[in-house]
């Protein structure tokens, strides 16, 4: 046990550790700084004086400190966009952030970490570095939150580690993205079947290897198939396998289906609603009686995996047409999680563009820095029919074509000219015109009614946000968007 004197001297020492530190942020519970590191006075250009003391978000308005502290759960090697107050230079950090927690397990603060690289292509050197020294892809497999689609099989059925961190790994923070979110880490290990259903390109796989990752059995095996890719005479062997001569040009030794490879698992059957009819019969066996058989086997075998369903057809209208079962639907759908499309949560492009611009030039080693304001707009405005799949199509483009520094709407000029010629130009169709007129009325009022919260409360934050409504994180969110430095 240390002696009074012990303890003062550790004390003095942690203090020490932490100054010796590079790049480190210390909150308490209310998410005030009492530590603030001498690399983020330098490279902000404020004064250690103004951050101390300040709540954090008044410092660093797109921080997720705060996340942390509602959450507990830590966020590792996330990219952070830091600008100098003065000169307005942006620069991409890498940076990590975790829970203080006392000897009781309770959260009495957070610690933040960053990386001070001299932008992106650092990043990328680091990452393969390590790609070096552990011989696999799988960081980077890791990192594309957004990749929609897996050919590969093996891709598709690797057993690859999951985390309790996969929810917040999710881009967006519109109220919609963040009730899936908490949807997501309420569920996650209950053994329920869920129907993730939204348009075409909103991400629904992602949402499932969220649920997959976060739940218990995320040591196991996740097995992707796709119910329209596959011919119908094909996708009763490819989800049952098969036993040996069990029909002709069957494979001598059999074949182990998707069912009976994802035991302990997962199983996502995306593109439900194609299903053929016959199969749906049979797959509503499978999820009541909890077993199921080979195609020319007599022996059952158990079935004990967790079955996400996507769609991107309405359900309910195909039970009408006598094209889906009614009985299978309500089996598949004791939890339906709808993603909206994007044209929908307007505030979660930007962020869904920066993670796309981080990916970009980690992959193709491209120097990136940002988008200006009259394309982070046109981007707002427009309503993305693809969504969040051709979003990302568009960013990757302009990138490559850009190569380094900010895209303008210059690099977007392929993009302008296909929608035009699709009949919904940006500059000249009426109709988005007047959408867009719309949509900048409404900025404008939101403005002014913050301007107005703020100038009632002498510019108290928290109390601004009581008045409008909103939790002050929305409330930084909304003064970063609009550039409004109040």
Same mark, same amino acid.
């Given at each position: 046990m240390l002696t009074k004197q012990q303890e003062e001297k550790l004390n003095t020492l942690c203090k020490y550790a932490i100054e010796s530190l590079v790049g480190q942020i210390v909150v308490d519970t209310e998410g005030t700084i009492l530590y603030f590191s001498?690399?983020?006075?330098?490279?902000?250009?404020?004064?250690?004086?103004?951050?101390?003391?300040?709540?954090?978000?008044?410092?660093?308005?797109?921080?997720?400190?705060?996340?942390?502290?509602?959450?507990?759960?830590?966020?590792?090697?996330?990219?952070?966009?830091?600008?100098?107050?003065?000169?307005?230079?942006?620069?991409?950090?890498?940076?990590?952030?975790?829970?203080?927690?006392?000897?009781?397990?309770?959260?009495?603060?957070?610690?933040?970490?960053?990386? %001070?690289?001299?932008?992106?292509?650092? #990043?990328?050197?680091?990452?393969?570095?390590?790609?070096?020294?552990?011989?696999?892809?799988? %960081?980077?497999?890791?990192?594309?939150?957004?990749?929609?689609?897996?050919?590969?099989?093996?891709? $598709?059925?690797?057993?690859?580690?999951?985390?309790?961190? +996969?929810?917040n790994r999710?881009?967006?923070?519109?109220?919609?993205?963040?009730?899936?979110?908490?949807?997501?880490?309420?569920?996650?290990?209950?053994?329920?079947?869920?129907?993730?259903?939204?348009?075409?390109?909103?991400?629904?796989?992602?949402?499932?290897?969220?649920?997959?990752?976060? +739940?218990?059995?995320?040591?196991?095996?996740?097995v992707k198939i796709n119910c329209a890719a596959i011919p119908k005479e094909l996708l009763e062997s490819e989800l049952f396998g098969y036993e040996k001569g069990a029909f002709s040009g069957a494979s001598s030794s059999g074949k182990t289906g998707k069912f009976e490879y994802a035991a302990g698992g997962t199983i996502l059957l995306d593109e439900i609603g194609d299903m053929p009819l016959d199969l749906q019969a049979k797959l509503l066996r499978v999820l009541q009686e909890r077993e199921f058989e080979r195609i020319g086997g007599l022996k059952s075998i158990p079935f004990d995996a967790r079955v996400i369903c996507t769609t991107n057809r309405d359900v309910v209208q195909l039970v009408k047409e006598g094209k889906f079962r009614e009985d299978l639907y309500y089996r598949i759908?004791?939890?339906?999680?709808?993603?909206? @499309?994007?044209?929908?949560?307007?505030?979660?492009?930007?962020?869904?563009?920066?993670?796309?611009?981080?990916? #970009?030039?980690?992959?193709?080693?491209?120097? #990136?820095?940002?988008?200006?304001?009259?394309?982070? $707009? %046109?981007?707002?405005?427009?309503?993305? @029919?693809?969504?969040?799949?051709?979003?990302?199509?568009?960013?990757e483009r302009a990138c490559m074509m850009r190569g380094s520094g900010t895209l303008s709407m210059d690099d977007f000029d392929f993009f302008i000219r296909r929608i035009s010629a699709n009949g919904s130009s940006y500059a000249a169709d009426r109709n988005v015109t007047k959408s867009l007129d719309l949509k900048t009325v409404k900025m404008e009022a939101e403005k002014k009614a913050i301007e107005t919260a703020l100038k009632i409360t002498g510019g108290n934050k928290k109390s601004a946000a009581n008045i409008l409504g909103i939790e002050r994180t929305v409330l930084y969110d909304k003064l970063k968007k609009y550039d409004m430095n109040i």
């Open positions: 001498k690399e983020h006075v330098k490279f902000l250009g404020i004064q250690r004086d103004e951050a101390e003391g300040k709540y954090v978000r008044d410092i660093l308005p797109n921080t997720r400190m705060d996340v942390i502290l509602k959450t507990g759960v830590p966020e590792i090697g996330r990219i952070f966009e830091m600008k100098h107050k003065e000169t307005g230079e942006t620069k991409y950090m890498v940076c990590n952030r975790m829970p203080i927690r006392n000897e009781k397990g309770e959260i009495v603060g957070a610690l933040s970490e960053t990386v %001070f690289s001299r932008g992106i292509n650092d #990043i990328h050197r680091l990452d393969q570095e390590v790609k070096h020294h552990t011989n696999q892809n799988l %960081f980077t497999k890791e990192s594309d939150y957004y990749k929609l689609s897996v050919s590969d099989e093996e891709m $598709q059925m690797m057993n690859y580690p999951g985390d309790e961190d +996969s929810v999710i881009c967006g923070h519109s109220p919609e993205i963040c009730s899936l979110k908490s949807v997501i880490a309420k569920v996650a290990d209950m053994p329920l079947t869920v129907l993730i259903t939204g348009e075409t390109g909103t991400g629904k796989e992602v949402f499932a290897d969220a649920l997959h990752r976060s +739940s218990i059995r995320r040591d196991k095996h996740f759908n004791v939890l339906e999680m709808y993603i909206p @499309p994007l044209r929908e949560r307007t505030e979660d492009i930007m962020e869904l563009s920066r993670t796309f611009i981080a990916q #970009i030039n980690n992959e193709y080693e491209l120097s #990136i820095e940002g988008i200006d304001a009259d394309t982070q $707009q %046109f981007l707002e405005c427009y309503d993305w @029919p693809g969504n969040v799949r051709e979003l990302k199509h568009a960013i």
